[in-house]
């Protein structure tokens, strides 16, 4: 599937912008930096469709890629929470931008949390977590950037994540370790995206 049509369809600064609700949509929310653009370039086999960079607060829309001929569903990156250095009013209004459309989007199917392996849990992505599960909206979370970091460690991080993940209703208990980078856990989560998606 994604070895065929993937394209850019729109960037939403605003509601109001949104596509028609017409086919599922799987969303990629995540601290700044975390690495969802990378994630989605990986996983649609694209090398730069969504844009990845170092400077953190890349992503300030929201970004919808059709995959699919004709569309079967759409990906949809988000700008990222959690970015201190980033003006107050702008870090509202991405807030709620993202916050309004993971609660009122009837087509959304799947959300992907994305949590740094380095750094697991922040209160942000809790307060995330517990802003999906009252929107009972599910969602996976997505380890990203395993290859930073040495398996030991990188064990003693999901397991915790998964501690804790359990305690939230809307979370799928089995967690994702990847590495956009080197390939690690791509196909996986490509083959359970496309389930979410089409299921
Ligand atoms: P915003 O749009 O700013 O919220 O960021 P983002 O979550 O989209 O992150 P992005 O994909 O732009 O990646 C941020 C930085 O992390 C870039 O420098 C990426 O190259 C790097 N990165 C992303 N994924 C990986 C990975 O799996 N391994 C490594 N080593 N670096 C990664
Ligand atoms: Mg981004």
Known sequence: ????????????????FLPDPTVPEI?????????KSSLLNALTGRKAIARASVTPGRTQELNFFEVGEPTLFRLVDMPGYGFAKAPVKV???????VKSY????????????LVDSRHGLKEV???MMRMLDEAAVGY???????????????ERVANSVADEARKHP????ELH???????????ALRAAVVADALG
Do not use: Y
Request: glycine letters at 8%; one cysteine or more.
């Open 177 to 187: 370790l990847t590495s956009a980078e080197k390939g690690m856990g791509i196909a």
């Open 27 to 35: 969303a990629f929310c995540g601290r700044s930096n975390v690495g």
């Open 102 to 113: 993971l609660r009122g989007r009837q087509v959304l199917a799947r959300n992907l949390v």
């Open 1 to 16: 599937l994604f070895s065929g049509r993937v394209e850019f369809l729109l960037s939403a600064p605003q509601l109001k």
């Open 140 to 154: 996976r979370i997505v380890l990203t950037k395993a290859d930073k970091i040495k398996a030991s460690d990188l």
């Open 125 to 127: 992505d809790r307060e």
């Open 170 to 173: 809307a979370a799928f208990p």
């Open 91 to 97: 870090v509202e209004r991405w807030k709620n931008l």
